[in-house]
């Protein structure tokens, strides 16, 4: 059985560079309209981009040390998003973990704050474990020798994580008990989501030689994170 779009994806055996996905991203933030829930997410995204792009260049103990390693992590990452984009607009086919966000980008009943959520679900939760066996086929090298860009671009995901609440929290008065974005919140963690990417990342590529099951594997991972998506983006009350 071939391999699956869900696995082998947008893998392809030479990349652009980061400034090629930080222009498609640029693109998508002048061309959509700003509360679109996509444009919401391509802000969010792109200023995690930047961050990153930005500790690659810095290089040494407070940027990434491997930096070829760290471009080909990033870029494919951001392949993986774009590629979803890209399908939607052609009204092909995208990745069930990315179909909720697409189909709810214009319902007035969601809050920025979701659509920003079910992005990083998405792209974290599915993702992030597929890019970096895509990574791992461009250097090829196993997961293991890449763990450190990992850690890396995961530190600074976590640390944009508290800017990107407070900036898209909709205020004090909203953060009531009863409020069901609270609930909503408190239901997903970046930092478990990436520690899960990487478990996931690694058993795919164990995965590699059984195409398969790694098929299987990856399908299910799509459509579970989904189903996640789906309930961070439930229409929510004024």
Do not use: K
């Amino acid at each position: 059985m071939a391999q699956s779009e869900r696995f082998a994806g947008t893998y392809s055996p030479a990349a652009p560079g980061v400034d090629a996905v930080l222009a498609r991203m640029r693109a998508l933030d002048l061309d959509l309209p700003p509360r679109d829930g996509v444009a919401v997410f391509n802000r969010v995204y792109l200023s995690v981009t930047e961050a990153v792009d930005r500790a690659i260049a810095g290089g040494g103990t407070r940027g990434f040390r491997d930096r070829a390693a760290a471009v080909t992590l990033d870029v494919r990452f951001a392949e993986r998003y774009l590629a979803a984009v890209d399908a939607a607009a052609l009204g092909a086919r995208e990745p069930a973990c990315w179909r909720p966000l697409l189909q709810f980008r214009r319902h007035p009943g969601v809050r920025p704050l979701q659509f920003a959520l079910a992005g990083i679900n998405a792209h974290i939760g599915h993702d992030l474990a597929l890019a970096v066996v895509d990574a791992c086929r461009t250097l090829g090298c196993p997961p293991a020798a890449l763990e450190d860009e990992f850690e890396r671009v995961g530190d600074l995901l976590i640390a944009l994580e508290e800017h990107i609440r407070e900036e898209l929290m909709p205020g004090p008065d909203l953060l009531q008990i009863a409020d069901p974005l609270t609930h909503l919140l408190g239901s997903w963690s970046l930092e478990r989501a990436r520690d899960a990417a990487w478990s996931t990342a690694r058993a795919l590529w164990a995965l590699r030689e059984l195409p398969s099951v790694a098929d299987e594997f990856a399908y299910r991972l799509d459509t579970s994170v989904g189903l996640v998506s789906r309930m961070l983006l439930t229409p929510l009350p004024d």
